[in-house]
T-cell receptor, first 115, second 112 residues
Framework: KAGVTQTPRYLIKTRGQQVTLSCSPI?????VSWYQQTPGQGLQFLFE???????NKGNFPGRFSGRQFSNSRSEMNVSTLELGDSALYLC??????????????FGNGTRLTVT | DQQVKQNSPSLSVQEGRISILNCDYT??????FLWYKKYPAEGPTFLIS?????DKNEDGRFTVFLNKSAKHLSLHIVPSQPGDSAVYFC???????????FGTGTRLKVLA
């Protein structure tokens, strides 16, 4: 069974631009979560989707948005990029609702660099 | 407010010995805890989990202990192997919030 697939793996953007990251969950997984990893900050929760509905959102500005499609694939968009947005963005899927006895399975991430 | 804390940024252990990674949390509503291992340029890999109704869970060389009164969990790796060298994250969840809160990670180095 294929794992979580994130595209692209690497991205370089300029301040002020916008970016869209893509995530394909494990087949059969309906929940998709997004996390931002920066040095020293661990993994910071961005949002979680289940059956195309956002059920929770982390403490990030409105420039960060996402959506989930009917096939469970998800996209994350960051508008008006800032230097501080440079990070590894990780997508994870789970079989059941996130939390409880339903661990997250992560992709290898998209490394975003903002110059 | 860091609800999940890993106070040791790094740990070095000799091959064959026990590695003990620690994690503290502040939210008494957390009812599920997980450990992940992360190698460079890869996403975190799920290792082991424990529910708040248990105080111990084992899977091969990995054992997780939960002390609810102290709001503390630990991951024991016995025996440690060089391939265990990675960053380890603990995570906690309050069922119904649909998210996990992660610690900042501990870098484990197992010396051959």
């Amino acid at each position: 069974k294929a794992g979580v697939t994130q595209t692209p793996r690497y991205l370089i953007k300029t301040r002020g631009q916008q970016v869209t990251l893509s995530c394909s969950p494990i087949s059969g997984h309906r929940s998709v979560s997004w996390y931002q990893q920066t040095p020293g900050q661990g993994l910071q929760f961005l949002f979680e989707y289940f059956s195309e509905t956002q059920r929770n959102k982390g403490n990030f500005p409105g420039r960060f948005s996402g959506r989930q499609f009917s096939n469970s694939r998800s996209e994350m968009n960051v508008s008006t990029l800032e230097l501080g947005d440079s990070a590894l963005y990780l997508c994870a899927s789970s079989l059941g609702p996130t939390g409880g006895d339903s661990p997250l399975h992560f992709g290898n991430g998209t490394r975003l660099t903002v110059t | 407010d860091q609800q999940v804390k890993q106070n040791s940024p790094s740990l070095s252990v000799q091959e064959g010995r026990i590695s003990i990674l620690n994690c503290d949390y502040t939210n008494s509503m957390f009812d599920y805890f997980l450990w992940y291992k992360k190698y460079p340029a890869e996403g975190p890999t799920f290792l082991i989990s424990i529910s708040s109704i248990k105080d111990k869970n084992e899977d091969g060389r990995f054992t997780v202990f939960l002390n609810k009164s102290a709001k503390h969990l630990s991951l024991h790796i016995v025996p440690s192997q060089p391939g265990d060298s990675a960053v380890y994250f603990c995570a906690a969840s309050d069922s119904g919030t649909y998210k996990y809160i992660f610690g900042t990670g501990t870098r484990l180095k197992v010396l051959a």
